[in-house]
Nanobody, 122 residues
């Protein structure tokens, strides 16, 4: 399984970006993480397959970010609105390495990672 992110870039505060993760193969859970240099990586949002259960790290992110999947294109996208300087980070796509999960992405083992795409908000 390979994951390839795209869509990062520089944006002014208040703007929008759409990140896309191309997933080769079927995965029961795909998530977006982000990492600021020198800080721990943190989860942003996840989506399960086939049900499509979504999870967001916080209500604040849930109100500004939307995770979705395109079963035809086999991509998982993260749409980000109302970007803030605090959203500046390297964004990574990750996929669950194992089999079916019972409750959305709960217990997922994110063993497959993309190379990351940088998002900079000024």
């Amino acid at each position: 399984v390979q994951l390839v992110e795209s869509g990062g870039g520089s944006m002014q505060a208040g703007g929008s970006l759409r990140l896309s993760c191309a997933v080769s193969g079927y995965r029961h859970c795909v998530a977006w993480f982000r990492q600021v240099s020198g800080k721990a990586r943190e989860g942003v949002a996840s989506i399960s397959s086939p049900v499509g259960t979504t999870y967001y790290r916080s209500d604040s992110l849930k109100g500004r970010f939307t995770i979705s999947r395109d079963s035809v294109k086999n991509t998982v996208d993260l749409e980000m609105y109302g970007l803030e300087p605090g959203d500046t980070a390297m964004y990574y796509c990750a996929a669950h390495s194992g089999g079916p999960l019972w409750l959305g992405c709960a217990g997922a083992d994110f063993g497959v990672w993309g190379q990351g795409t940088q998002v900079t908000v000024s």
